[in-house]
């Protein structure tokens, strides 16, 4: 696993990070650190932590084999990959291969939780995988981009132009240009809208919801990185987009109300 014929090809991902380096957005606080600004310092480090995914993932699997799926808890799937420094780094520079990791997890996950032939699990370890290398590969490349000066630097602190309620509901707006988009069958469109939404707003309130609902959280993540993707890359249709969509209204309306108590919260205490 840690030759690079695990990876994806990367050929053309030179072109879609140089594409990005003159517009690189700025990101919001959460768990994106200041090591996103020093990656070639960081390399090794990214290194040994997909690795330690790999086996971490591969050690449970193998577990749920011998022992059964009783025998395992599979969200530590899920905390695994959220400990990782690699996590924000791959984030912040190549959101697309971000959704396919979390595709790759929630697919060995669901496997699981189904209960299905460890035969079908393996499969979709190995999709994980291969998008947890081909992950390395693009943070590396996006590392010499830096070294060299065409990345600027990542903000990690929220934009303050907006209240976090109010950002609920432009996140809700971007999401019904998703359904627009996707019905005028701008399907790579779509998909674009629902990577930026995540990272460029999604982000910046999910501190203030981990506070308050943590679930909702981890429900909405997989929403926006492995749900509605999924729904668009399988061309389900419009209704079917349109649904998951209302579904993950429906979720950010509960997040909504979350948020304004807090911040009416922070208002009395001041």
Partial sequence: MKTWSHSIKLAGLGLVLASAVATQPAFANGPIGEHVN?????LKDYSEEVEWMVGKVDTLVGKYEQQGKKSVNSDELIEYWESVKFHSAIET???????SIWQGLYGVKMA??????????????????????????AVKLAAQYQQKGLLESVKTTA???MTQSATIVEIKHKLDRVVAKYAERLNE????????????????VEGTLIEQD????EVLEKDFNVTLPKAIADDKGVDAVRNVVVDMQTKLDRAKALI???EKARKDVF
């Fill in 189 to 204: 469109e779509a998909t674009s809208i629902v990577h930026d939404t995540y990272l460029h707003l999604f982000e910046g």
């Fill in 93 to 99: 520079n190549y959101v697309p291969v971000y959704a």
């Fill in 214 to 217: 943590a679930n909702l959280v």
């Fill in 38 to 42: 020093h990656l070639q310092e960081n």
């Fill in 260 to 262: 304004e108590k807090a």
């Fill in 159 to 161: 934009t303050e132009s």
């Fill in 112 to 137: 699981i939780d189904n209960g299905e032939p460890s035969s079908n699990v393996r499969t979709q370890q190995q999709a994980m995988n291969a998008a947890l290398w081909q992950g390395l590969g």
